[in-house]
């Protein structure tokens, strides 16, 4: 028993949280959202999840299209792949590019030696990067080939994003940003104050990221630092900017997310989760509507102008462990939740059950 408990506390002790009944239109994870894309459309999203799923969903009716098993362990990344495909990858190392309507990918991108937790398709939708704890980029062509590998960090590699004319930027718990020409050549490295966990480009290649600290700095394409702010008073772990680049949202390891002014980098509003933390963030092209990724198993839905919850509220089930109040064993089996089943009317998760 001390031993267990032991490996629990170590894998979730930064994280503890309790029970809380929140709102939100999308449920179907049996553990913490780690991962959302939405597509050009609008009309779908993917996301992946703890529970070692990759679920895509109707965005209009709230329903659960197709739910992918394919990945040994959680997924941390999803992407929206043109011609209707999508991408999964996770802490197994592999990348799995997926058809609607079928249940075994259509391929399978091997390589990476740690999980993959990031991923970023090209603008000309011709390539896939993606970002791993191995320390490693890799760009892998959609139609089929070898990855190009890019080596440059010191450390796990955290996000990646594309510029609009194929640079691709990546940035990691080395405290850089690193700017790789999409021609090849040496790349740009950018020391930041603190290691970055989250980083996105608007169209006109302005970059963003947001670190441990809790600050979000902006970088122009030739990697000057032009600007920084203190977004959270916790850890950052999202970010999401809309298509019109108005608003960019913040999301940190407490819950809260921040909504800022692209222009000005003042925030503008803030709504969150009561603590149960946003590991994921995409807006809806119109920008109208904004889905988080939330610890709670919910894939909550925001109307961005009112900073207001959409969705029926759903009543959070009952603690079991609620008459071992401040029972500090209590509290670790509570943590626990985010990756293991303790229960036997709740779905898979990714730890063991």
């Known amino acids: 028993m001390k031993t267990t408990l032991a490996m629990c506390l170590m894998a979730t002790a930064p994280f503890l949280f309790g029970v809380a009944a929140l709102g939100a239109d999308l449920r179907g994870h049996g553990g913490p959202v780690r991962a959302i894309a939405v597509t050009a459309d609008g009309q779908t999203a993917i996301t992946g999840g703890f529970d070692a799923k990759a679920i895509i969903w109707s965005i209009k009716t709230g329903e659960a ?7 040994d362990g959680q997924v941390d990344a999803v992407a929206a792949l043109p011609q209707g495909r999508f991408a999964s990858a996770g802490a197994d190392g592999r990348i799995a590019v997926w058809e609607a309507g079928r249940s075994t990918p259509v391929a399978v991108l091997q390589g990476h030696s740690a999980p993959v937790v990031s991923l970023a398709v090209s603008p000309d939708g011709s390539t896939l990067a993606s970002a791993s704890w191995d320390g490693s980029v890799r760009v892998w062509p959609l139609s089929g080939g070898e990855p190009r590998v890019l080596q440059g960090h010191r450390g796990n590699v955290n996000a990646v994003a594309y510029l609009s004319d194929g640079t691709l930027a990546s940035a990691g718990y080395d405290a850089a940003v690193m700017l790789w020409p999409a021609e090849g050549g040496a790349p ?33 394409r030739g990697g000057t630092i032009l600007a920084e702010v203190a977004a959270s008073s916790s850890p950052i772990t999202a970010l999401a900017v809309t298509a019109n680049e108005r608003y960019i949202a913040a999301s940190s390891i407490k819950g809260e997310i921040v909504l800022l ?65 401040g029972n500090p064993d209590a509290e670790v089996f509570r943590a626990c939740v985010a990756c293991h089943t303790l229960d036997p009317h709740e779905g898979d998760r990714a730890g063991p059950t």
């Open 65 to 71: 299209r197709e739910v992918l098993l394919f990945h």
């Open 188 to 220: 740009v490295r950018v020391a930041m104050p603190a290691p970055l966990s989250a980083l996105v480009a608007t169209r006109s290649d302005r970059v963003f990221v947001g670190g441990a600290d809790g600050k979000l700095s902006e970088l122009n």
């Open 261 to 325: 002014d692209v222009k000005s980098l003042q925030p503008v509003r803030t709504f969150g989760t009561a603590g149960v933390p946003v590991w994921a963030l995409a807006f809806s092209p119109d920008g109208k509507t904004l889905l988080s990724g939330d610890g709670d198993q919910m894939v909550g839905e925001w109307n961005v102008e009112a900073g207001q919850r959409l969705g029926t509220k759903i009543e959070g089930s009952a603690d079991p462990m609620a008459e071992y109040a």
